[in-house]
């Protein structure tokens, strides 16, 4: 998987990261915790550049917020939760989910933006609050940015300094790459199977 993922990285270039950050934001097939660091490898081997690696994982990531936003902005609080009870299941965010994400915003303000982008947890459902309360277009890209940018040079750096270690992680990388992704797939189809729209209200 994780040769997959290289060869994927750079057949595409700078165009592959962002359409997998998009993605990840979406509906995570992939996590950034790969992506990036992959990507951030590929900068360290001289096929990419790192500073426009960080810049293609931040716009991609940038785009995959905007249908979470522009749910929050058309569809209000109230629509929104109805909108996670009826279809929830299938991203695995719950009713409670929404709340917990719309108290956060509301005791972090603007930060809570910029934060949420780097808890795994919180990264994707923090944009839909942020539409809920009108927060201007504008106001979200750049505090979605500023955290964005931290998150993915971070993860990039990670791929940097194992690639100068290539040699003594290249025999366990494809196994821990293909462990991460089946957790992720088994936790993902656990939690369809156990999901309630009630799961953690608030």
């Not at 810049?55 to 996670?84: C, E, F, H, M, Q």
Request: charged residues 15%; glycine residues 10%; positive net charge.
């Amino acid at each position: 998987m994780a040769d997959w993922i290289t060869s994927f990285i750079a057949g595409g270039g700078y165009w592959a990261i962002m359409l997998l950050m998009a993605l990840e934001n979406v509906f995570p097939p992939i996590p950034s915790e790969l992506i990036m660091p992959f990507a951030g490898a590929a900068a360290g081997r001289g096929d990419l550049d790192f500073a426009l690696v960080v810049a293609a994982g931040t716009i991609g990531s940038l785009a995959g917020t905007l249908p979470w936003y522009w749910v929050g902005y058309r569809l209000g609080s109230r629509r929104l939760k109805r909108w996670t009870d009826r279809h929830g299941r299938w991203i695995t965010i719950s009713t409670g989910d929404v709340e917990r994400a719309e108290h956060w915003f509301k005791r972090n303000g603007h930060w809570a933006v910029a934060g949420g982008r780097l808890v795994p947890a919180l990264r994707t459902v923090i944009s839909a609050p942020a539409g809920v309360t009108g927060m201007r277009f504008v106001d979200f890209l750049l505090w979605s940015a500023a955290g964005t940018v931290v998150w993915s040079a971070a993860l990039a750096a990670i791929g940097l300094v194992l690639d100068s270690r290539h040699d003594q992680v290249a025999q366990w990388l494809n196994p821990v790459t293909t462990a991460i992704l089946v957790t992720v797939l088994l936790t993902w189809i656990w939690r369809v199977v156990r999901f309630s729209p009630d799961d953690h209200r608030g």
